[in-house]
């Protein structure tokens, strides 16, 4: 991408891991016509491997209205339940890579080891499911503190499995799994 288009170009973060450009493109092209749509991907995927990319990428409009209505329409746009975070990348590629780097460290890597089945759980979805079911449950104590109150004396199992991610965030001190474990050895 051009650099001197900065002004019309977004970047593109919580990219789902099984997207390619082509899957977004036409997202992308909803609010505009496309000039160039790019993920970055790890250098170190080899040679003959499928490259994987990091997460994050450039969509580049013909004129600074389509990058506005890319960031009015599609920040926050779920795809299969994993939210799309859409902003100007007119700091350049660098700046956005920085910010992109700096927030990626804010999200811990879960190392589950997992005996419990809710921890075993866990330990199939990926960070950004996790990090979406936080951002979800934040959202509804936010909305109606009582209607969520309600429904994890409802489901115990996700009262544990907040638990469980909040331990492992590093957020509470007392592993969950171990206090459940010793209660169901009578411990």
């Known amino acids: 991408m051009n ?16 997207m390619e450009p082509e899957d977004l493109r036409p997202i992308f ?3 505009g016509p496309v000039k160039s749509l790019e993920f970055v991907y790890h250098a170190n995927t080899g040679a003959g ?9 450039f969509c580049e409009y013909f004129d600074v209205a389509g990058k506005d ?7 926050q746009r779920s795809i299969n339940g994993v939210v799309l975070r859409v902003k100007p990348a007119d700091g350049g ?3 956005a890579v920085k910010e992109h780097e700096a927030q990626q460290k804010i999200i811990p890597r879960l190392e589950l080891d997992a005996t419990t089945p809710i921890a075993q759980r866990l330990k199939e979805l990926s960070l950004t499911e996790i990090y979406e079911a936080v951002e979800q449950m934040k959202q509804l104590v936010a909305d109606d503190e009582e209607k ?3 429904i994890l004396k409802q489901n115990p199992q996700l009262c544990m499995a907040m638990l469980h991610i909040f331990y492992y965030m590093g957020i509470i001190r007392r592993d969950p799994e171990a206090e459940q474990t010793q209660r169901m050895r009578g411990a």
């Open 3 to 18: 650099r001197k288009n900065n002004a019309c170009r977004v970047m593109i973060s919580n990219i789902p891991d099984y």
């Open 29 to 31: 092209e909803e609010v």
């Open 49 to 57: 491997k499928k490259h994987k990319h990091k997460g994050y990428g």
């Open 69 to 75: 209505a890319a960031v009015a329409n599609l920040s």
């Open 93 to 95: 590629k660098e700046t």
């Open 148 to 150: 969520s109150k309600e």
